[in-house]
């Protein structure tokens, strides 16, 4: 069964940052075969993606919301995905999960960013 577990959030100032982590487990083949993502689900509103990162980590992509803030990497020697995040501004504020797929189906169970102005 596979296990995404991320870590990191917490409260910051606006223009702070933070560093999230997501620890994978349980995949069949080897992580480093695998596309990762994180989503993010802002209070009374949908999920939404913020960005991707291929199987080798040699490409990436992300929102326009979040583009030239947040940097996504991995670490395959550790089965773990990560998402720095600078500059951060409230409406950041969201609960973030790592995901197998771009739309979130194949989450962890999240971590809290909340982000004060």
């Known amino acids: 069964e596979v296990r995404l577990v991320e870590s990191g959030g917490g409260l910051v100032q606006a223009g702070g940052s933070l560093r999230l982590s997501c620890a994978a487990s349980?995949?069949?083949?080897?992580?480093?075969?695998?596309?990762m993502n994180w989503v993010r689900q802002p209070p009374g509103k949908g999920l939404e993606w913020v960005s991707s990162i291929t199987g080798g980590g040699g490409r990436t992509s992300y929102a326009n919301s979040v583009k030239g803030r947040f940097t996504i990497s991995r670490d395959n020697a550790k089965n773990t995905l990560y998402l720095e995040m600078n500059s951060l501004k409230p409406e950041d504020t969201a609960v973030y999960y790592c995901?197998?797929?771009?739309?979130?189906?194949?989450r962890g169970q999240g971590t809290q960013v909340t982000v004060s102005s």
């Open positions: 995901a197998r797929d771009s739309a979130g189906a194949y």
């Open positions: 349980g995949f069949t083949l080897s992580f480093s075969v695998f596309d």
